[in-house]
């Protein structure tokens, strides 16, 4: 296998050296024009986060991937193979466990052969054996990560998958051996980012707070969005720069990004140490750069890596339609107390076999019992009927009888007595298969940063 | 009294992963940011009893900085379990917008007697 060097470096203009980093985006359709305008700065690296914990349990356990696209990877590699730079992606497939890596490296597989693409590729895998969990549990070396229960071997036993968050090491580990192109499971957001710059001895509080920024690439710009953002790390600032020349990083807008999906803006937990940005400064380059120093590392007493699993908690079915009758909107309230009557005296009380929830936009929907407007509702609704069940066969029946009887649903001073339900499409219900919830979602002890994560080289 | 949606340029929801929302106002000027940091309105009691939590499950976080304040609070349910209502919680802000806002205290500032060192 051929050593590839790592990113050189050169000195800037004036004699200082620096590390350029182009981010783009990893879900949601990469912006071509922000790609080619940040290649022509010549970074050192690519980065990519390709995946998230946002959108929930589900991608995780059903091994489902999202985000990036064919094209997505496609215009990533040609951006690598153009550039002979490094391309760093975490969290590969959206959930990066086993199935959404594979998925992704088969798609980086095919289109490399495809269209003559040549790189050292390495693999870096993030799901986690049970029974290191178990170990690690009976050796006290598991905790709690926010407001959630301690672990437990039966925890361990139901979940149907576990993925621990990889933190910079294991992309240094396959840098120094050479990997062009680095597709990796689950990553902290900012790995991807640091490896290369902590490698070439960059301040490690400056490093993390610029990945932090531009992993979420324009975010950080007035106005935000989606395009390539080029960061420059250099030894006592970085410096930002949005892509797409209506984006300017502003001083506020940077700083204001610390705020950006986080519990706190001064305080950031890494599995080696914590940023902490309470002296850092925000300064203007020019209207639309920003520049930022001060930043501080804290590295940890013990490393550790954040696991997040999930178990299945059982079959959805559901149904949805619009509403229009004023007699209906009038009486939607007693439509669902009669529905849910029928319910219970056909499967029984709500409770381990069934749930089943109506939400009523146009009323509710959105906030529930925190809406301030309390009786409004408009002279439309839409109705979600909404079952969790033990199997996808009682989901699907509970649904069904649900839906028919708010359907048909009578109550005194009806008029719409051919129906109270506008069905958007044919079919009016739908399984949607498998509910997943998070069941694991602590940090785990460790002495090697890469000890979890195996890594696999390949040519392609 | 002015409401948090005239003052704030800025008020939004997300989740901070799966079980924490963060609420941020941004304010476009530093009299309106200093008002409503310092705002009774804002205390971690008075936005605890807005979203019926627990005031240990709430935070209130000035950022000077950004001209901003950010609230964290745990969920009410994880995110995505099936008492959910917004995956992403970017629609919880709703109760912070129509917040009534007191205004700042005026400081009383005692006149010195004559003679009296200051």
Known sequence: ?460 | MPKLRDLARIIRSKNAKPFVLTLDMLFATREAYDQVVAAPELLPEAIAALYGMPVAAVRVIPYPAARAIKITMHRWVPAGSFDDRDLLGAQQAVPLFDLEISPRPIEVVEPALEGTPR
């Open chain 1, 1 to 460: 296998m051929s050593t590839a060097p790592t990113p050189t470096l050169e000195a800037s203009g004036d004699g200082r050296r620096e590390i350029r980093a182009l981010a783009i985006t990893g879900f949601g359709g990469i912006p071509e024009a922000s790609l080619r305008a940040g290649m022509k700065h010549e970074p050192h690296f690519l980065g990519s986060d390709m995946g998230t914990i946002d959108f929930g349990a589900y991608y995780l356990g059903s091994g489902r991937t999202g985000g990036a696209t064919e094209r997505d990877i496609r215009l990533m590699l040609e951006a690598q193979q153009e550039l002979s730079v490094p391309l760093l992606a975490g969290t590969a497939g959206f959930a990066g466990g086993e199935p959404h890596l594979a998925h992704t490296v088969e798609v980086v597989r095919r289109l490399s052969l495809e269209r003559g693409y040549h790189f050292n590729l390495a693999v870096i895998h993030a799901e986690i054996d049970k029974q290191r969990m178990h170990d690690a549990l009976d050796a006290g070396r598991m905790r709690p990560l926010g407001p959630v229960p301690a672990l437990t071997h039966d925890a361990i036993g139901e979940s149907v998958r576990v993925v621990g968050q990889m933190g910079p090491e294991p992309f240094m580990a396959a840098l120094g051996q050479g990997a062009e192109v680095i597709v990796a499971g689950r990553s902290c957001d900012t790995s991807q980012y640091v490896a290369a710059p902590l490698m070439k001895g960059f301040d490690y509080g400056l490093a993390y707070h610029m990945a932090k920024v531009i992993e979420c690439v324009s975010i950080c710009a007035e106005p935000g969005g989606r395009d390539c953002i080029l960061g420059t790390l250099r030894d006592d600032h970085f410096v930002l720069e949005s892509q797409n020349p209506i984006r300017a990083c502003t001083p506020i807008s940077v700083a204001a990004h610390s705020l950006y999906e986080q519990p706190d803006p001064y305080y950031m937990y890494e599995p080696g140490g914590m940023l902490d940005t309470t002296s850092s400064s925000y300064e203007a380059v020019t209207e639309r750069i920003a520049r930022v120093s001060g930043s501080q590392w804290v590295p940890a007493q013990q490393y550790t890596v954040k696991l997040e699993g999930v178990r299945q908690t059982g079959y959805r079915s559901f149904a949805m339609a619009g509403i229009r009758a004023p007699d209906v909107v009038e009486n939607i309230e007693l439509i669902e107390q009669t529905v849910r009557g029928g319910i219970e005296a056909e499967y029984g009380p709500e409770g381990n076999d069934y749930r089943l929830k109506f939400v009523v936009y146009g009323r509710d929907g959105v906030l529930g019992p925190l809406e301030p407007m309390k009786g409004a509702k408009g002279h439309e609704l839409f109705v979600l009927i909404d079952v969790l069940a033990q199997t996808q066969q009682l989901a699907r029946a509970v649904c069904a009888q649900a839906k028919q009887n708010t359907m048909h649903g009578g109550f005194p001073g009806r008029l719409s007595t051919a129906g109270n339900l506008a069905f958007p499409f044919s079919p009016d219900l739908h399984d949607a298969g498998p509910v997943y919830e998070f069941n694991v979602y602590h940090l785990l002890e460790m002495d090697d940063p890469l000890e979890l994560f195996s890594i696999d080289y390949v040519e392609i």
